[in-house]
């Protein structure tokens, strides 16, 4: 064993407390090793006496197994053993030596613990008793034996590495004047010898390790460059070398900050960590973490930086990633919000609507044509609809009803949009119509349609800050097999062509492949949803249509929709109605409402044309009317379903379950699809919303009483 010539003495002493160290290790795996054993071999022998006085026990022969017993708590060192019967009574009892003072000083101090040993005595597969006994375990003896060899051991180490130390230092005394340069080049030999395997070490190390490892001398040349740098950034070891880091791996961006991190690089030793954007070779831009250390001589002057580069492109992306797709999931969680929100506003809403309407349907009959205040009642009529038309709209933008699809002019409905645009879009900003006279007929909802139209509209204007042209064109087209190839679902024949064209600053490539994703835009912050197109992508999708969208930077952006034409046999508007007379009739109604204004004005209508009218303001209400004080003379039940209480659904189930011939019309100022769906599939004869018009309501009930 040989020692250090200096710091002897610390060196025994690190020796002594690392042997010490784990020969302590070593006793201490040995105590708890050996104590599981010497119980498990302790529960072992207890379960053998039990075999061996199974059959005493059995016969009750007490002589039998006492003196086996006695034997093994002599050899066992037992303080006790008890053998209990199946009825758990004392059987026999023996007492074995008692614990002497020094074991029952060991005892009190934990250092000889005393186990009670518990076994059950089994005959022919049956429990016939047990044996107990208390057991102290002696291993102390053996550990304490060990420990004292153990301490012999390191006193030993101790006085050999003291003696050795002894032995090294005379000769080292003796040798020092005739060796001295023997031993010198001997050392210089080694350092070399080892500063050459370390140098080599560590070029394996730098050229292997998965950082990128750069080396830079004080003009930022580059005089190392691992394989790590090479896959990062594209350049070859040779390619690298020499080149300085200002002319082929940074962008314009970038140099001004990576330059006042090398002046402080070069001017303070130190690391200095930064994140870059770089390029590769072949002008790829990626996202390196860098780790930069100064290098310096043995007289402390800078000579040098290291760096260590980790490329964390796609991390960034996915950390950016991340950060949208939470952004989306909140703006989701609003948009959830605003369309609960929609779906209780259009109820109040419809209800104040229809009471606004009721009423001025009421005057406009005791206020013929000529009358002074005629034109100012329909005035109002009017805004009623189109205040109707603006809560269906909010409705279809959160999803809340489904498209209502009828024949349709695309051409009408883009003069309609026209006028609208006429009043909000700036004036700098020109609009042209060129539009297909013999355009053909769609399906479509016209108020989808219409938010189609104004989206894009609202687009192309924020496109063309500085001006231009705003051009909708309609073309009626053929479409052919090399197009449906392309758009799956599409198939061959006629469609209508709406193209949207702005001359704006169009939309980047790559933000072309993402425009109708849900929550992207490119709109500042405040200025956009991100729901636009993807909301005119949904609209157009429920249409069975098709979109294609052509942008360059700088020239302007267009919108190609592309919707299948009705056939010539289904074509056909809807057209108005013609004015018919408003009929009523002697039946009796029951109108169910929770809004007083609704049954008010519901009951003065009905009763002006003549109908005996009663009210109900719950579900329970109108039950206990149509059953009970009422019952036969009801002819008709007008129900809303959005009320406390039961509600409307549960009283039109008890209606139609206790009165099959019920004749029940659902009136209601916002009810999802599903639920009117499955009120019609209950026995509700029809459905009217309101706001609805004096004469919508007539026609629906007579409708009903009539049987049509």
């Not at 795996?29 to 075999?51: E, G, M, S």
């Not at 074991?103 to 934990?110: G, P």
């Not at 080049?185 to 070029?203: F, H, M, S, V, W």
């Not at 009423?359 to 000529?370: E, F, M, S, W």
């Amino acid at each position: 064993m040989a020692l250090p010539h200096s710091n002897s003495r610390s060196s025994i002493k690190t020796a002594v407390l690392r042997w010490t160290g784990i020969l302590a290790a070593l006793f201490i795996a040995f105590v708890f090793y050996y104590q599981d054993y010497v119980l498990d071999k302790a529960v072992r022998r207890i379960d053998n006496h039990a075999r061996v006085v199974t059959s005493s026990l059995w016969t009750f022969d007490r002589s039998g197994p006492l003196a086996y017993l006695r034997l093994a708590a002599e050899a066992n060192g037992y303080l006790t053993i008890t053998v209990y019967d199946e009825s758990d009574s004392v059987f026999l009892t023996l007492q074995g030596p008692p614990l002497t003072k020094t074991e029952r000083l060991l005892n009190s101090l934990h250092l000889l613990p005393v186990h009670d040993l518990d076994t059950n005595i089994v005959y022919e597969d049956g429990v016939i008793g047990r044996i107990v006994t208390q057991w102290p375990n002696r291993s102390v003896y053996l550990y304490l034996n060990i420990f004292f060899w153990l301490a012999l051991v390191l006193v030993g180490i101790t006085l050999l590495l003291s003696l050795i130390d002894a032995k090294h230092s005379l000769e080292d005394r003796v040798k020092e004047r005739t060796v001295a340069l023997e031993n010198e080049i001997a050392e210089r030999k080694k350092t070399e010898e080892a500063l050459r395997d370390q140098t080599q070490r560590l070029k394996l190390h730098v050229m292997n390790t998965p950082l990128a490892v750069i080396e830079w001398n004080i003009d930022f040349e580059v005089v190392e460059w691992n394989r790590a740098a090479e896959y990062i950034f594209e350049y070859r070891r040779e390619e690298a070398l020499g080149k300085v880091g200002y002319d082929f791996m940074l962008p314009d961006t970038e140099k001004n900050h990576v330059e006042d991190v090398w002046k402080q690089l070069t001017s303070n030793t130190g690391g200095y960590r930064s994140v870059n954007l770089n390029l590769t070779k072949y002008g790829t831009v990626k996202t390196c973490e860098w780790y930069n250390t100064t290098l310096t001589n043995r007289a402390g002057d800078i000579i040098g930086v290291a760096s260590l580069v980790l490329d964390i492109t796609e991390r960034k992306r996915a950390e950016a990633e991340n950060e949208r797709l939470q952004a989306q999931l909140l703006q989701a969680q609003k948009m959830e919000a605003v369309g609960n929100l929609a779906g209780g506003i259009a109820h109040d809403f419809n209800n104040i609507l229809q009471t606004i309407s009721g009423n001025t349907g009421l005057l406009l009959i005791d206020n013929p044509a000529d009358a002074r205040h005629h034109a100012r009642l329909q005035a109002i009529e009017r805004a009623v609809r189109r205040a109707a038309e603006l809560v269906r709209q909010l409705l279809t933008f959160s999803r809340k009803i489904n498209s209502d699809l009828k024949p349709l002019d695309l051409n009408q409905e883009i003069r309609q949009i026209r006028g609208i645009l006429a009043h909000t879009m700036p004036k700098m900003i020109a609009m042209d119509l060129q539009l297909d006279d013999d355009l053909p007929l769609i399906r479509g909802d016209s108020v989808q349609v219409e938010q189609v139209l104004l989206n894009l509209a609202i687009n192309a204007m924020h496109a063309m800050i500085d001006g231009g042209t705003l051009t909708i064109r309609t073309n009626s087209v053929m479409l052919d097999e090399s197009f449906c190839r392309k758009h799956l679902g599409a198939e061959a024949g006629p469609y209508a062509q709406l193209s949207i064209t702005d001359t704006g600053a169009g939309i980047a490539k790559e933000a072309l492949e993402h425009i109708f994703e849900p929550f992207f835009t490119t709109k500042s912050i405040g200025q956009g949803t991100g729901l636009g197109l993807s909301i005119v992508y949904g609209i157009v999708k429920s249409h069975q249509a098709f979109l294609e969208c052509y942008s360059t930077p700088g020239s302007g952006t267009e919108f190609q929709f592309f919707f299948p034409a009705l056939p010539e046999t289904a074509a056909g508007l809807e057209t108005p109605a013609e004015a018919e007379e408003m009929r009523g009739g002697t039946e009796t109604i029951l109108l169910i409402d929770d809004e007083e204004a609704i049954r008010e004005i519901g009951r003065e209508i009905l009763s002006t044309f003549s109908y005996t009218v009663f009210c109900a303001d719950s579900g329970e209400a109108g039950l206990e009317a149509y059953f009970g004080e009422r019952a036969g003379t009801i002819d008709l039940v007008i129900l809303d379903l959005n009320m406390p209480g039961m509600g409307g659904f549960a009283c039109l189930q008890k209606l139609r379950e206790k009165d099959p011939e019920s004749r029940i019309v659902i009136a209601s100022g916002y009810t999802p699809t599903d639920v009117i769906n499955r009120a019609m599939d209950h026995g509700a004869r029809s459905v009217i919303a309101k706001p609805f018009q004096l004469a919508e309501l007539l026609r629906s009930v007579r409708t009903v009483l009539d049987g049509h």
